[in-house]
C-alpha cells in the first residue's frame, strides 16, 4: 500500500456542537471531482512516460505543477507508485552479457562486489586514494583484472552504480491503472495515515449479541490488532470495543496505519443503526476526533474486498498460540492428551465492566478451564490485561500463561500461572488445567459401575475400558480409583493392562500345564501359541498378555531375543546354550508401574 505523510493529506477540522475536541473530515477523492481526477490522470500519464527510465529523472516538482496543488500532487503519485516499481539493473542488463561472464568467473555477481574489487586494487597498487586523474587508469586495470580489454573501464564504471536509489529503473504494470484505482489507492492510504496518528478508535455497540462480539473480536485478533470490549455501564447492553491506536498493533511500524484502517472498515460494516465509531487522534500536537461511519464504505477504496479479508489473516494471533495448538493436537494424536480438548476464542467472560474472550478453553467432560496467553506486548498491554484479570471472580476456572520476564506482574492473581519462553508446552497446561477437576467427585459411583461390569465379563477388562467405568482420563487416575475402590472379589488389577478374573487366570493356567502335558516341559510358546491356545478373553494386547502371563505361578517368561519373549514352564529345568548372548530373565510377579515407561536406546551385548 502506498505510503503517505500527514503533509501529503488534505484535511479540514471544525468545532465540535458538544463542546469536545475539534471534528477532524479527510478530504477523500471521489470520480465525480473533477478536478481530482484529471489531476489523477495527469500523474499516472506522467509516470507512464517514465517507464524505463532512471529514478534520477523522476521530478516531484512535476506532479505537483499537474495537481496544482503539493499535497494532492504527492497523494497521488504515492498511489500510483503502488502499481509502478523502481527495478534495479543487473549487471548483465548494463556491461552485456559476455562482459557478466567475466565478471561472473571472477566471483562478482553485484554492483558491491565490483566495488569491492576496485577498492582491493586500489588499497594494493595506489595507497588506498586514486586522484580524480587517474581515475580512467584504475578503471581500466580494474577491466583487464577481470578478464576484459582495457577499453571497458567506462561501462565498469557505470555498472559500479547500478544498486543506487537513483539508478533504478522504473518497470510498467502489465495494464495501466485506471483514474478511479489510483483514487482508491490514495484514500486508502490516507485513512491509513490518518488512524496512526490515533491515540485509541472506539466502535460503541447497542445490544451486540455475544456472536456478534466474538466475531468482531475474532477478526481482531487475526490481524494482530488487540481489542478491549467493556459495558458501557454494569447495568446496560451497551458495549466499546476499543482499539489502542498503533499500540495495540503487533506487526512491523510500516503495516500499523493500514491493518488499523482495514479493522476498523470491517468493524464499520458490522455496526447497527445506534451504534457509533470514533478515532482519537493527536496531529500536530493537537487533539481531533475522527467521527467514522458507514458512509466510508461508498468511498473509492474503502469498501472492501475478497483481498482485503483474506490478506495478512493468520488463524493465530501469535507463534505462541500456534505452536501450542500443533503441539496439542500431536498429543490428541497420540492420545496423551487426557481426555481435553482444545477450543480456539470460546464464549466471553465478564470481569466487572470489562468482556474478556480468553485465547482458548480446555473442554473436558462437562468441564471448561479457559486459558488466557499473555503475549510479548509492549508494558502497557501488559498492565491493561493484568488489570483486566484481576477484576474476574477468584473462582473462575481460568490459567495465565507468562512470559518468564512478566511473571511478577501477574504473581497475585488468584489464577494458576504457566512461564513460557519462545514456545509453550501443553503439559504444565494440563496439569494446570486438572486443578479444576475434583477426581473424587467424577470418580462418585465408579465402584458400583465396576461391580456391574465385572459381573457382565466374561474375565477380562482392559484398561481402556476401566477409565470410562471409574470416570478417568489417564491411567494415574484409574490407579488412584482402584486404590481407593479395588476389584470386586474373584478379580485382579493387573497394573498396566486390567483387571482379570480368577476364572480366566485358572483356566489359562489350566491350559498351558495340559499344553506342556502333551508337548513336554521343553516346548517354548510364543505369544502367538499361547492365544492359540482357545482360551478367552485374553488381552488384545500383546503388553497386556505379557503382564497377565507375569502373574501366572506356573509360566515363566525368557527374554531370548529382542523381539518377544518365550513362554516356559516355571518349573522347568531346561539349559539353556552356553553361547546365548542373552540369557533367559525371570520375570517377577510384581506388578509393573503404571507411569509411561521412559524411553531408552538398547545397549547390544559385548561381542569381544
Same mark, same amino acid.
Do not use: K
Given at each position: 500500500m502506498a505510503t503517505l505523510s500527514m503533509a501529503d493529506i488534505r484535511w479540514r477540522a471544525r468545532r465540535d456542537p458538544g463542546g469536545g475536541p475539534p471534528i477532524f473530515s479527510v478530504m477523500f477523492l471521489t470520480e465525480h471531482d473533477r478536478r481530482a481526477t484529471a489531476a489523477a490522470a495527469g500523474v499516472r500519464d506522467y509516470l507512464a512516460g517514465l517507464a524505463g527510465r532512471r529514478r534520477a529523472e523522476y521530478d516531484p516538482d512535476v506532479v505537483v505543477a499537474i495537481a496544482g496543488e503539493r499535497r494532492l500532487g504527492h497523494g497521488l503519485a504515492a498511489g500510483c507508485f503502488d502499481f509502478y516499481a523502481w527495478t534495479a539493473r543487473t549487471l548483465a542488463e548494463e556491461l552485456g552479457e559476455e562482459r557478466a561472464r567475466h565478471l561472473t568467473d571472477a566471483g562478482i555477481d553485484t554492483p558491491s562486489g565490483l566495488r569491492l574489487r576496485l577498492f582491493d586494487q586500489v588499497n594494493q597498487h595506489d595507497g588506498g586514494y586514486v586522484p580524480s586523474g587517474r581515475r580512467d587508469e584504475a578503471l581500466a586495470r580494474l577491466a583487464r583484472s577481470l578478464g576484459l580489454a582495457g577499453e571497458d573501464g567506462p561501462a565498469l564504471d557505470a555498472a559500479l552504480r547500478l544498486d543506487a536509489e537513483e539508478e533504478a529503473l522504473l518497470a510498467p504494470?502489465?495494464?495501466?491503472?485506471?483514474?478511479?484505482?489510483?483514487?482508491?489507492?490514495?484514500?486508502?492510504?490516507? &485513512?491509513?495515515?490518518?488512524? !496512526?496518528?490515533?491515540? !485509541?478508535?472506539?466502535?460503541?455497540?447497542? =445490544?451486540?449479541?455475544?456472536?456478534?462480539? @466474538?466475531r468482531l473480536y475474532a477478526w481482531c485478533r487475526r490481524l494482530g490488532v488487540y481489542a478491549d470490549i467493556e459495558r458501557a455501564g454494569l447495568e446496560t447492553d451497551v458495549l466499546r470495543l476499543t482499539l489502542a491506536g498503533p499500540d495495540a498493533v503487533s506487526a512491523a511500524p510500516a503495516s500499523t496505519g493500514p491493518r488499523l484502517a482495514l479493522v476498523a472498515l470491517r468493524l464499520? !460494516?458490522?455496526?447497527?443503526?445506534?451504534?457509533?465509531?470514533?478515532?482519537?487522534?493527536?496531529?500536530?500536537?493537537?487533539?481531533? @476526533?475522527?467521527? &467514522?461511519?458507514?458512509?466510508?464504505?461508498?468511498?473509492p477504496g474503502l469498501a472492501l474486498t475478497a483481498r482485503d479479508r483474506d490478506i495478512d489473516s493468520p488463524a493465530y494471533d501469535s507463534q505462541v498460540e500456534e505452536a501450542l495448538a500443533a503441539a496439542f493436537a500431536a498429543l490428541q494424536r497420540q492420545g496423551r492428551a487426557a481426555g481435553w480438548r482444545l477450543v480456539r476464542e470460546p464464549a466471553p467472560l465478564l470481569a466487572g465492566r470489562r468482556v474478556i474472550i480468553p485465547d482458548f478453553a480446555l473442554d473436558r467432560g462437562g468441564l471448561r478451564v479457559y486459558l488466557e496467553i499473555a503475549g510479548f506486548w509492549t508494558p502497557g498491554y501488559l498492565a491493561k490485561k493484568r488489570a483486566a484479570l484481576a477484576q474476574l471472580p477468584a473462582d473462575t476456572r481460568l490459567i495465565i500463561a507468562v512470559p518468564d520476564g512478566s511473571l511478577p506482574a501477574f504473581a497475585d492473581?488468584?489464577?494458576? &500461572?504457566?512461564?513460557?519462553?519462545?514456545?509453550?508446552?501443553?503439559?504444565?497446561?494440563?496439569?494446570?488445567a486438572a486443578r479444576f477437576d475434583a477426581l473424587a467427585a467424577r470418580?462418585?459411583?465408579?465402584?458400583?459401575?465396576? @461391580?456391574a461390569a465385572c459381573a457382565a465379563s466374561a474375565g477380562w477388562l482392559a484398561?481402556?475400558?476401566?477409565?470410562?467405568?471409574?470416570?478417568?482420563?489417564?491411567?494415574?487416575?484409574?490407579? =488412584?480409583?482402584?486404590?481407593?475402590?479395588?476389584?470386586?472379589?474373584?478379580?485382579?488389577?493387573?497394573?498396566?493392562?486390567?483387571?482379570c478374573s480368577t476364572a480366566l487366570?485358572?483356566? &489359562?493356567?489350566?491350559?498351558?500345564?495340559?499344553?506342556?502335558?502333551?508337548?513336554?516341559?521343553?516346548? @517354548?510358546l510364543t505369544l502367538a501359541g499361547v492365544r492359540a491356545l482357545g482360551v478367552s478373553p485374553l488381552p488384545e494386547t500383546d503388553e497386556a498378555l505379557l503382564a497377565l502371563l507375569a502373574t501366572l505361578p506356573a509360566c515363566r517368561l525368557a527374554h531370548e531375543s529382542l523381539f518377544e519373549p518365550a513362554v516356559l514352564p516355571r518349573e522347568s529345568a531346561v539349559s539353556e546354550p552356553a553361547d546365548r548372548l542373552q540369557r533367559p530373565v525371570e520375570v517377577a510377579a510384581t506388578p509393573p508401574p503404571r507411569s509411561r515407561p521412559r524411553r531408552t536406546t538398547a545397549r547390544a551385548p559385548a561381542l569381544f
Open positions: 504494470p502489465e495494464t495501466a491503472p485506471s483514474v478511479v484505482e489510483v483514487l482508491a489507492r490514495y484514500n486508502r492510504a490516507a &485513512l491509513a495515515t490518518v488512524l !496512526r496518528q490515533s491515540e !485509541r478508535i472506539v466502535f460503541t455497540l447497542h =445490544q451486540p449479541a455475544g456472536g456478534t462480539i @466474538r464499520l !460494516r458490522a455496526l447497527g443503526t445506534h451504534d457509533t465509531a470514533a478515532a482519537h487522534l493527536h496531529v500536530n500536537e493537537r487533539p481531533y @476526533r475522527l467521527l &467514522l461511519t458507514r458512509v466510508l464504505l461508498d468511498v492473581l488468584p489464577f494458576p &500461572l504457566v512461564a513460557y519462553r519462545e514456545a509453550m508446552a501443553p503439559q504444565p497446561v494440563l496439569d494446570a470418580t462418585a459411583g465408579g465402584a458400583e459401575r465396576l @461391580r484398561l481402556r475400558e476401566l477409565g470410562p467405568l471409574l470416570g478417568c482420563y489417564t491411567d494415574g487416575e484409574v490407579a =488412584q480409583a482402584l486404590a481407593a475402590a479395588p476389584p470386586p472379589p474373584g478379580w485382579q488389577d493387573i497394573p498396566g493392562a486390567g483387571l487366570r485358572n483356566r &489359562l493356567s489350566t491350559a498351558l500345564s495340559v499344553h506342556w502335558q502333551e508337548a513336554g516341559e521343553g516346548a @517354548r
